[in-house]
């Protein structure tokens, strides 16, 4: 069981008064009247302190049914403190401390050495001249306010967020006010000298050209017109590297000054005249480079139907002296020939007739070498049907449908070579 404890006394605040004591066990001082208890709503309120059960109220004071009586010993009444007892109202003793504790006037309070708390247990920061930044102590000449102090990593940290941010925005001024004005002056000049140079290159290109107009004018002998059209070749894939070296050089500079145009707003004139020019140069060399590709295509045609044509020659001779082992073993080099030349036939830029005039031909590379197998087997019928099938695809080449006019690459590639050389014009006018 639990010992029973009295409220403490106010003086001394002893806790083991017997129940309605008036004055306290161990300081003699008198005690303040106990305390009405509380019982909730249906609960016997039960009796004050210091008085038994069966107590007040006028209740005699009866002990319990078959209970012998018994009897309590009294505690002998202390007469109070004498006259002058440290702690006793009005006794002017001074109050009670601790040896070597300095003796507080009027009670204990907060030792003036320490500062108070704030909320929460926090201690309260009090004006100072130590600040700490970045993990590094620095003494200010002036005393800051305590809540400067209290709160100055937060302010550390959003003084140094500001600062970054004005660095930005001043780095951000500085590109566009000073450092882009002469960027963009810088490509306006590289502008300027892509276009001198690829003006520089036009006597180079409109050589190509020229060649281009006389692929109708070739050698009639297929072995003389071999050195002429490996030539051609040559002139036409120099020209189409040039137009194309040059297209790429001046469409990298016009996607920089249309970044440039921008974000510098100062240089808008000179940016768009430049850009103006750079469109007129690109539009003459777009016409340039499709009339070298086309030039171009045409030739990978011609050269291996050349040399196909060649090979069927050699055939030709051979039949003629009844050769029949010579006039059959040009064939297999001659079908891979025109077949290549069939690959190529299909490109940009050539016209239909070339596709279907080479495809004659294939035609009668196999039908010649079926005559020839008919001749070996001696078979009229097959000699008579292959001799028919070839000349049918000999007249079909003559044909206006698969005969390219002499004049098409001069009606074709001219108009682009007009517009090529005026771009190149336009250039040179503004140097």
């Given at each position: 069981?639990?010992?029973?404890?009295?409220?403490?006394?106010?003086?001394?605040?002893?806790?083991?008064?017997?129940?309605?004591?008036?004055?306290?066990?161990?300081?003699?001082?008198?005690?303040?009247?106990?305390?009405?208890?509380?019982?909730?709503?249906?609960?016997?309120?039960?009796?004050?302190?210091?008085?038994?059960?069966?107590?007040?109220?006028?209740?005699?004071?009866?002990?319990?049914?078959?209970?012998?009586?018994?009897?309590?010993?009294?505690?002998?009444?202390?007469?109070?403190?004498?006259?002058?007892?440290?702690?006793?109202?009005?006794?002017?003793?001074?109050?009670?401390?601790?040896?070597?504790?300095?003796?507080?006037?009027?009670?204990?309070?907060?030792?003036?050495?320490?500062?108070?708390?704030?909320p929460q247990g926090q201690p309260a920061a009090a004006a100072g001249t130590a600040?700490?930044?970045?993990?590094?102590?620095?003494?200010?000449?002036?005393?800051?306010?305590?809540?400067?102090?209290?709160?100055?990593?937060?302010?550390?940290?959003?003084?140094?967020?500001?600062?970054?941010?004005?660095?930005?925005?001043?780095?951000?001024?500085?590109?566009?006010?000073?450092?882009?004005?002469?960027?963009?002056?810088?490509?306006?000049?590289?502008?300027?000298?892509?276009?001198?140079?690829?003006?520089?290159?036009?006597?180079?290109?409109?050589?190509?050209?020229?060649?281009?107009?006389?692929?109708?004018?070739?050698?009639?002998?297929?072995?003389?017109?071999?050195?002429?059209?490996?030539?051609?070749?040559?002139?036409?894939?120099?020209?189409?590297?040039?137009?194309q070296s040059d297209e790429a050089a001046l469409s990298s500079v016009d996607q920089?000054?249309?970044?440039?145009?921008?974000?510098?707003?100062?240089?808008?004139?000179?940016?768009?005249?430049?850009?103006?020019?750079?469109?007129?140069?690109?539009?003459?060399?777009?016409?340039?480079?499709?009339?070298?590709?086309?030039?171009?295509?045409?030739?990978?045609?011609?050269?291996?139907?050349?040399?196909?044509?060649?090979?069927?020659?050699?055939?030709?001779?051979?039949?003629?002296?009844?050769?029949?082992?010579?006039?059959?073993?040009?064939?297999?080099?001659?079908?891979?020939?025109?077949?290549?030349?069939?690959?190529?036939?299909?490109?940009?830029?050539?016209?239909?007739?070339?596709?279907?005039?080479?495809?004659?031909?294939?035609?009668?590379?196999?039908?010649?070498?079926?005559?020839?197998?008919?001749?070996?087997?001696?078979?009229?019928?097959?000699?008579?049907?292959?001799?028919?099938a070839r000349n049918a695809a000999l007249t079909a080449m003559a044909a206006p449908?698969?005969?390219?006019?002499?004049?098409?690459?001069?009606?074709?590639?001219?108009?682009?070579?007009?517009?090529?050389?005026?771009?190149?014009?336009?250039?040179?006018?503004?140097?």
């Amino acid at each position: 069981m639990q010992a029973y404890q009295s409220p403490p006394c106010p003086y001394c605040g002893a806790t083991w008064n017997q129940p309605g004591a008036q004055a306290c066990a161990n300081c003699r001082n008198p005690l303040p009247p106990s305390q009405p208890s509380y019982a909730p709503p249906g609960y016997q309120q039960g009796p004050p302190q210091g008085q038994q059960p069966g107590q007040g109220y006028g209740a005699p004071n009866y002990p319990p049914q078959n209970y012998p009586p018994q009897a309590y010993p009294q505690q002998p009444q202390y007469p109070g403190a004498p006259p002058g007892y440290p702690g006793q109202p009005g006794s002017g003793y001074p109050s009670y401390a601790p040896p070597g504790y300095p003796q507080q006037p009027g009670g204990y309070g907060p030792e003036p050495a320490y500062g108070g708390y704030g909320p929460q247990g926090q201690p309260a920061a009090a004006a100072g001249t130590a600040v700490q930044i970045l993990g590094r102590t620095f003494t200010l000449p002036v005393a800051l306010p305590a809540v400067l102090l209290q709160h100055q990593e937060r302010i550390v940290k959003g003084a140094v967020r500001l600062a970054i941010g004005l660095v930005v925005v001043l780095v951000l001024l500085v590109v566009v006010f000073a450092v882009t004005p002469a960027l963009a002056s810088s490509q306006v000049s590289s502008a300027n000298q892509t276009l001198i140079a690829a003006a520089s290159r036009q006597d180079r290109v409109d050589a190509a050209f020229t060649q281009a107009f006389t692929l109708r004018t070739s050698s009639a002998d297929p072995n003389a017109a071999t050195a002429q059209f490996d030539k051609l070749a040559r002139t036409f894939n120099d020209g189409l590297t040039l137009v194309q070296s040059d297209e790429a050089a001046l469409s990298s500079v016009d996607q920089r000054l249309t970044v440039l145009q921008w974000v510098a707003p100062s240089k808008g004139a000179s940016i768009t005249d430049a850009r103006h020019r750079l469109g007129a140069a690109l539009a003459g060399l777009k016409q340039a480079e499709q009339a070298l590709t086309a030039a171009a295509n045409e030739i990978r045609v011609i050269q291996p139907y050349n040399e196909a044509l060649i090979d069927y020659t050699k055939i030709g001779v051979a039949l003629a002296r009844h050769d029949l082992a010579g006039a059959g073993a040009p064939y297999p080099e001659a079908q891979q020939k025109i077949e290549l030349a069939i690959s190529y036939s299909h490109a940009a830029g050539l016209p239909p007739q070339i596709a279907k005039q080479v495809s004659s031909f294939s035609d009668v590379l196999m039908n010649t070498e079926s005559l020839v197998q008919a001749i070996q087997a001696k078979d009229a019928a097959g000699i008579k049907k292959y001799t028919d099938a070839r000349n049918a695809a000999l007249t079909a080449m003559a044909a206006p449908d698969e005969t390219v006019p002499a004049d098409y690459e001069t009606k074709t590639f001219g108009p682009m070579q007009k517009a090529y050389d005026a771009a190149m014009k336009a250039i040179k006018s503004r140097k």
